[in-house]
């Protein structure tokens, strides 16, 4: 069983690599049994997914002039 610090360095480098089927397996036996592992989990795809749509936004004028 894996612990939560290992449960967490799972999950993000889930977002970075495909995992292996045995550290998937034991990353989503975990999730099943730590709410708090889960919520990490969670946020680290939201994050992704935070930080994919604001790097695809265009760029606003404005902002662009700042730079």
Do not use: I
Request: charge should be positive; include cysteine.
């Amino acid at each position: 069983m894996l612990t939560c610090k290992e449960a967490s360095r799972l999950s993000s480098e889930a977002l970075d690599r495909k995992l292996g089927v045995w550290e998937g397996l034991a990353l989503r036996m975990h999730l099943a049994l730590c709410q708090g592992c889960t919520r990490v989990n969670r946020q680290f795809q939201f994050l992704r997914r935070a930080m994919s749509q604001w790097l695809d936004s265009p760029v606003d004028k404005d902002v662009a002039d700042r730079g």
